[in-house]
């Protein structure tokens, strides 16, 4: 069956670093355009970063411009968050979403804490 399984959230201090993964199985990972999304509690689903299937990256939420930078690693079915320099408006649920053509799946996301 399909499985995106995200890990890395935590507890971090203003300033810290964190690196988030998300692992796929079931489908053919190469294949398929990665994103990262965020939900802060009581705020919309932001969009904040894309990695296409030919390695092309966007990042889509200003405000981690420059501080956040998304990866994969296909050899390991891997899609990589490196967020420095975080902030307590980071604070979030971040979750991972696959897509390929008709297909269209999503993790159940990790919790990032960012708190002095």
């Known amino acids: 069956q399909v499985q995106l399984v995200e890990s890395g959230g935590g507890l971090v201090q203003p300033g810290g670093s964190l690196r988030l993964s998300c692992a796929g199985s079931?489908?053919?990972?190469?294949?398929?355009?990665m994103s990262w999304y965020r939900q802060a509690s009581g705020k919309e689903r932001e969009l904040v970063a894309t990695i296409t299937s030919a390695g092309g990256t966007t990042i889509s939420a200003d405000s981690v411009k420059g501080r956040f930078t998304i990866s994969r690693d296909n050899a390991k079915n891997t899609m990589y968050l490196q967020m420095n320099s975080l902030k307590p408006e980071d604070t979030a649920v971040y979750c991972c979403r696959a897509r390929f053509r008709q297909y269209n799946y999503w993790g159940q996301g990790t919790q990032v804490t960012v708190s002095s």
């Open positions: 079931g489908f053919t990972f190469s294949s398929y355009s």
